[in-house]
Nanobody, 124 residues
Framework: QVQLVESGGGSVQAGGSLRLSCAAS????????MGWFRQAPGKEREWLAR??????????TVADSVKGRFIASKDNAKNTLYLQMNNLEPEDTAIYYC???????????????WGHGTQVNVSS
């Protein structure tokens, strides 16, 4: 059974940084991709980044809306996904979710597995 648990959310002032973590369990297939999403109040869910790490290569894509500020990475030994968020803005306030799926394309949309989310609040 796949489980995803996010952590690292909190409150920060504009211009600050946070690093979110997503601990995954039950994923034994290295072909699985993992992704980050967020949903702000009254807005649709937004994809942020996805990553897939194999034995010899890593594939990462980041949404244009956060490129240059957000960095996704993964520690395979810990089976943990990270999202380093820099230069945060009040518009980044949202619940942040991680997700996983065996299909690369699904990690930007309808991933099969989801965490419960972690709240990020950015004040001006």
């Amino acid at each position: 059974q796949v489980q995803l648990v996010e952590s690292g959310g909190g409150s920060v002032q504009a211009g600050g940084s946070l690093r979110l973590s997503c601990a995954a369990s039950g994923i034994t297939d290295s072909a699985y991709c993992m992704g980050w999403f967020r949903q702000a109040p009254g807005k649709e869910r937004e994809w942020l980044a996805r990553i897939r790490t194999g034995s010899q290569s890593t594939f990462t894509t980041v949404a244009d809306s956060v490129k240059g500020r957000f960095i996704a990475s993964k520690d395979n030994a810990k089976n943990t996904l990270y999202l380093q968020m820099n230069n945060l803005e009040p518009e980044d306030t949202a619940i942040y979710y991680c997700a996983a799926d065996s299909r690369w394309g699904s990690c930007i949309s309808d991933a099969k597995y989801w965490g419960h989310g972690t709240q990020v609040n950015v004040s001006s």
